[in-house]
């Protein structure tokens, strides 16, 4: 069987995720070699298959509904530190491809280059573990209940003289799609992400761009995670004219800008939205998803959706289209300090190579020197820290290999 993609990246025509998303880092004890961090996944694994039938550990021959869940993982640089592994680091998730770590005393930079910072409560970036893995389900309850599932599997492999499990629940992350298809700053979203029948070249690793040592990776993709809040008091100081400017699209309709005015209003392409129509989500404004070429000169230029699809014109198959597959998730948590809720996008994205992401987000004139989206030395009060960072990391995605108990489990010499 030809490697192939695992589930959970929703890349082909017609098909989106499910309603709700989870994902889990899971530390390896210290001390345990390879093969028995692999062995206590594999089980782990095989619990996650019959979760995907209803079948639940503790419930036997009680099925409960399946939530059409999914299950993708992916493996971290520290998974190939480990003794008497079967694979080494691929290139493409060196520390070149990495982000940089928290300061120990809360905040510092993303990327060199980059306008992302973590938020300055954060001292560690807890997405750097040896495995991710997400869940992507129906249902709250199939994505919470793996999580769980999870935890009992550990507690059952847990070593009575040490009390150490071989795996540990550092940190999990939830979230949810919008019906309404917009963000929390009501902006519409995801809908200029590529045609469905290009995505693949985006998404899956080529033989023709990897090295010899890491031909084992090909058929398998690259996630990156970025767990991103949005400040809304900053965002809704702006003017609609403002936050139109920023985003490059119409708050309403979504219909992308074409220019500015001589009274600096933002002026929607023209015909779009269609006669009859209200919004560009539907299936009658397909061809103004996609933004139009604009004035090198134009303040568009700098709008968030502009400096984010910066090449156009290239293949997406191409490294340097900079292109990536997006498939985010917004969240809403509880916090103890005003206003007592935290909002913002699990930003999910698989991609060939992180390459991809990183000059995305470094490079000048794509989204490199800002935050968000303006100019580089234009940004309105506030917009420099409108996005930060709690938690970010990259994960090789190995393709699914038959005879393999698990994606990725020669990694672990299995």
Known sequence: MTPQLQEGIYHAPGVRPDQCFGIMFLRAARGLTAPEIGTAFQTLYSMYQNLKQGKVRDLPD?????GNLTVLVGYGPNAFKLADGGRTLPLDLGA????????PTGGGPLLLGSGLSYADDVQFNPATEEIAIQFIAKTELAV???????????????DPKTGESPLLITRFYTGFQRDDERSWIDFHDGISNMKSSERIQAIAIKEDQ???EDKWTVGGTYLAFLRLPVDLTVWRKLTRQQQEIIIGRDKLSGCPLETIDNDGNPVVQTGCPFTGTREVTTPENQGYRELPRVPL????????THRANQNKAEDVGSRNSLRVFRQGYEFLEAI?????FRAGLNFVSFQDTPERLLRMLTQPTWLGGVNFGGGDKEQLPGMERFITVRAG????VPPVVEGEAFP???IFGL
């Not at 070149?96 to 300061?103: E, G, P």
């Not at 919470?144 to 847990?158: G, M, Y």
Request: aromatic residues 6%; proline residues 10%; hydrophobic residues 30%.
């Open 393 to 396: 990391g990259v994960f090789l």
């Open 62 to 66: 009680s099925p409960v509904p399946s």
């Open 297 to 304: 000169e134009s303040p568009l230029n700098a709008s968030h």
């Open 96 to 103: 070149k491809n990495q982000f940089r770590s928290a300061r």
């Open 144 to 158: 919470n209940r793996a999580v769980v599932e999870t935890w009992k599997i550990l507690q059952d492999l847990t």
């Open 408 to 410: 990725g489990a020669k």
């Open 210 to 212: 990897t090295s010899p």
């Open 336 to 340: 103890d300090s005003t206003p007592g």
